[in-house]
């Protein structure tokens, strides 16, 4: 690996918004920790604007997703208020009601999740998003929701939704195979119509189930019944939804980068918290490193990954942890054969096409990446320093951070975008890469 002299190898050079990605010059010894899920954030912020009384959320992600999501909701009139050191949310359900404006950003979780809530307000509920969100597949829920009597102008973003603050509920027919999140968000509200809710996929298999899996946990967790004991059919019976007090584990995905890290650079990285049982899709990196050659030890003290640098190719469905994808693909850029990933064509629906962005960013540092059509082949080759675009997706600034631990020069445009899931990511990686 060289550097290429066109592209900076000092801060002093950067444009504004770059990063140089720190070049580990050793092998790591860390141990790096990683704030609450995404995921499980935003679930227990819906629920909790559902239930029946006042919500905790103990070490809940603070991000643009979930900050997207609190001001959401707080638009449709629930209350929420935050400790000073904000590790405590107390979430206060109050009757929900339009008019109200929703941004988005370029959160699945909002845009999918909130519009079947806004069915239950006594109003008009227009949604917005970024440019790249008005790209992202909408339809099968906005469809469901027609099909259940809600007014709703639109099938992307912008759209707008009318309710009178009660939905009938009943069966819902759709294709989930664009994401897993058009079932969670109609489950998610569905205990709140008045007949519950049925949902029937019809379809190619739909991805990243353990993301319904956990929205079926969150569910009963809050009292909710729900019957998902048959293949693509979720039943929620109507119901009050109790009160949360808990927890929020740390998120696994964005924790994936942290101990890619320790496989690539060689050394160790321990991630504490780890829990022993999770429906979280990043729970999946254990054994993913562990397929690239990684030891990856699961005790007392969190999840401990050791690596020498050496990786063995791999060839994985990664249809049920689709969002490990960019940085798999970073991991598996060192690897000492080709690699294949698969099953994740819908991930072209994520923040970007993600499959199009990684090969393209990948060939830019003078890779060998061919796009397949549920996912990618990549050859392995010397790597030079260059800017890598990241198309507003915190996913490839981190996959970017994954390469430059040993390309040096790399620089990562936009870094900012990562504040998606992680604002402190620069920070953490920087004391990763230099504890
Ligand atoms: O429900 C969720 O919290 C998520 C579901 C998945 O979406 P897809 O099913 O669209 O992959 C995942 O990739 C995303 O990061 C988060
Ligand atoms: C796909 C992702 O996010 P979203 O929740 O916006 O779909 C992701 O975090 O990788």
Redesign the pocket.
């Known amino acids: 690996m060289s550097s290429d002299p066109a592209h900076p190898t000092s801060t002093a050079t950067l444009a504004a918004g770059d990063w140089l990605a720190p070049l580990a010059r050793q092998p790591l010894d860390a141990v790096v920790t990683v704030p609450g899920s995404?995921?499980?954030t935003?679930?227990y912020l819906v629920l909790a604007a559902l239930a029946k009384e006042p919500s905790r959320l103990v070490r809940p992600l603070r991000s643009r997703d979930s900050t997207l999501m609190c001001e959401a909701l707080q638009a449709l009139g629930t209350k929420i208020q935050t400790t000073d050191d904000d590790t405590e949310w107390i979430v206060e359900p109050a009757p929900l009601h339009g008019p109200a404006a929703i941004d988005c950003g370029l959160a699945?979780?909002v845009m999918?999740?909130l519009p079947p809530v806004a069915a239950l307000a006594d109003g008009t509920v227009e949604f917005d998003g970024d440019e790249a969100a008005r790209r992202r597949p909408m339809g099968p829920v906005l469809e469901a929701l027609r099909s259940l009597g809600i007014d709703v102008a639109g099938d992307s973003l912008p759209f707008q939704l009318t309710g009178d603050g009660r939905v009938g509920g009943g069966t819902v027919r759709i294709d989930?195979s664009?994401?897993?999140?058009?079932v969670?968000a109609l489950l998610l509200a569905g205990a709140r119509y008045d007949d519950g809710i049925t949902v029937i996929h019809e379809g190619k298999p739909?991805?990243?189930l353990p993301?319904?899996a956990?929205?079926v946990e969150v569910l009963r967790d809050a009292g909710v019944l729900v019957d998902d004991s048959e293949a693509n059919r979720w039943r929620v019976e109507p119901s009050e939804i109790n009160a949360l007090d808990l927890d929020v584990e740390p998120d696994l995905?964005n924790a994936a980068a942290f101990l890619a890290a320790a496989a690539v650079a060689g050394g160790s990285v321990t991630v504490p918290g780890w829990p022993h049982a999770t429906t979280q899709?990043g729970d999946h990196i254990r054994e993913i490193l562990q397929q690239f050659g990684a030891d990856v030890q699961l005790g007392r003290e969190g999840l401990t990954v050791r690596g020498t640098g050496g990786l063995q190719a791999v060839d994985l469905d990664l249809h049920d942890?689709?969002?490990l994808t960019p940085v798999v693909a970073a991991i598996a850029a060192f690897a000492d054969a080709p690699s294949y990933l698969r099953g994740v064509a819908?991930?072209r629906?994520?923040e970007t096409d993600r499959l199009a962005a990684l090969s393209t960013e990948l060939n830019r540092l003078g890779g060998d990446v061919s796009e397949l059509e549920d996912g990618l082949v990549i050859r392995p080759k010397p790597l030079h320093g260059s800017t890598f675009q990241t198309y507003g997706d915190h996913r490839m600034v981190m996959a970017a951070a994954v390469l430059g631990l040993r390309v040096p020069g790399l620089v990562v445009h936009d870094a900012g975008t990562v504040a998606k899931t992680m604002p402190d990511f620069q920070t953490r990686w920087t004391q990763l890469v230099e504890a």
Request: zero cysteines; proline letters at 3%; a positive charge.
């Open positions: 995404k995921s499980l935003n679930r699945g979780t999918r999740f989930a664009g994401s897993s999140q058009f969670s739909v991805p990243s993301h319904i956990m929205t995905s899709a942890a689709s969002e819908h991930i629906g994520h």
